[in-house]
């Protein structure tokens, strides 16, 4: 474990002193909390366009972009610069989470599949690339040809790749210009295949099919080619000082090109492309996304009146009421599809926690220990802005599981307990251990022994705020029942590139569970597929059932309405993770700024849209 800098002490030091707060304001009564209604409604589009303006956009803390070629290799724990804003994807999603994709917003027209599933013929648009070229089928090829080459190198290329899925056995042709056709060795649904041609984003197949800097036009179809072809562009993109000077990156067939970019920072500029043939005016002169390292610094700059839009951390949910009146419209709701959880370390060994977190009771019993509702309303945490949740499907999912909103293991210490002393432990605040060991069904479980404690680290990221207030709380609980959960601050980037068995099986032991907040999945088709199937390129900590294989399976192939559904009830009650709030997503902006109200909701799933925002003639 490395030691802490001097700033990541004083953090976690922080992160106590809320934890102290947060554990009174669970117990305490409401008085203060957000009222909800204050941010609930999505204000309308207002006042009449006017040319030009910068825009300022805050970035996550945390999530400044070290990388330009949209499929970053794993390795290099790469986050893109304005994703899908300089390279648009087939298919433009819609964020509003009751759709797939939205049409108007999209490259080509919504795919037409055969009878039998296995073809797809997509009609390209008339886009074009910024130095005048066309955007044709040739391009969507050669798109697929380096997204089948990332992941030849290695399967965690791709966070969405599953093994013998899509784009595996996915033949691309092009009958002309206009028409793309995919011939599938297997028929997925309509909805879940939609949502991953949203992730397909489209290259310039005449500029971009080299191997060196003034090479020859390479032939992408063959897979040396490909190969070599992705090996220079994402080395090209590890040069980071020239982001906005390399040839390559300004050929775009999005609103924006890069402007400049930060290195140090990963703030960026972005200016118009004048050759975007798609929907939207380009009204504004310039778009500037700024890096941030705290969600305090972001609340600072809103109230000194230098941000145009960007999200406020749930935590200062109570400063909602002074930037309204200071001239910010504020809107709020769970991102679609997105869950928050501890994340769980299946094949961690240290002190016998592989052994321990197999049984499904132990996991039952740790669920029983997060409040839910008392986090919600602690100003400690999220201040009134969230939503319980208690499965991957997401807070208010259009797909909803079994139990509805009901939880199936609310918050009850004395049901945790006994679920332990049911199966075998002896629970006592000094440390609670395996009395009784064996495969019986009131006894430990298999390969638990005698004196075996439960005892474990919890890697908690650094931003947002709420992350370690929960993380502490949980680990209070815990503590109670005699159950040691170490807290350990780390950054969310070093978490990203250091904890999940995919990618980092070196340091499997090197945490039990972790928190980096939320994981979204697609908004118009929430599978957990590649998160917590056996195989899947994403499932962080090994997470394994035969059973939950199964119903993901029938959610990927499958044409029944319910499967989603039947999904997440299994893996909601299963907990290949433990179930935390889901905080409202805060989307503020300028009431100088206006646009289309779905371009602001879709902020919700960080789905920027810059180029239909305008500044206002009456306010200007």
Known sequence: MSTPTPRGARLAVALVAAGALLLSGCTASNSGTTDQAAYKTLPKASGSPTEGGVATIAMTPGLAPNYIYPYPPAAVNGTVIARGILWRALYRPSGSGDQVVDASQSLAELPQTSSDGKTVTMKLK????????????????????????????????????????????????????????????????????????ELIYIMPSADWSIAKTGGPVLDFTTPANAKAIYDYLTKQSSDQKTFATNPLWKIVNGPYQLKSFEPATGSYSLTP?????????????????????????????????????????????????????QGYNVYGAPAPARFDSLTINFKNTVNGFDKVIAQRYVREALQHLIDQPGYVKSRGVYDGAGDENYSPMGANSPFPTAYGDKAPYPFDMTAAKKLLTDHGWKVAASGTTCADPGTGENQCGAGIPQGQKISFTLASANTPAYVGSRDLAFSSAAKKLGIDVKVVTKSLNYMYANYGNTWAPANTNDWAMQDVGGLYLAAGYPTSNTVFNTPGSFNLGSYSNPAADKAITASVFGLDAKALSTEGTLLGKDLPALWMPTPDTLVIWKKTLSGPPETFQAMLSYIYTPEQWYFTKETK
């Open 273 to 325: 492309n004048t050759k975007y043939s798609g929907p939207g005016g380009n009204t504004l002169a310039e778009v500037d996304f700024k890096a941030f390292t705290s969600a305090s610094a972001v609340l600072n700059q809103y109230k000194a009146g230098n941000l145009t839009v960007g999200s406020l951390d749930s935590t200062f949910a109570s400063q909602i009421p002074a930037l309204q009146k």
């Open 126 to 197: 008339q886009f074009q690339w910024s130095n005048g070229r066309p955007v044709t089928s040739k391009d969507v090829a050669f798109s697929f040809a380096l997204l089948k080459a990332a992941i030849a190198e290695s399967p965690a290329n791709w966070s969405f790749y599953t093994p013998h899925q899509f784009p595996d056995g996915v033949t691309v042709t092009t009958p002309d210009a206009d028409t793309v056709v995919l011939t599938l060795d297997q028929a997925y649904n309509p909805s879940y295949l939609l949502s991953l041609l």
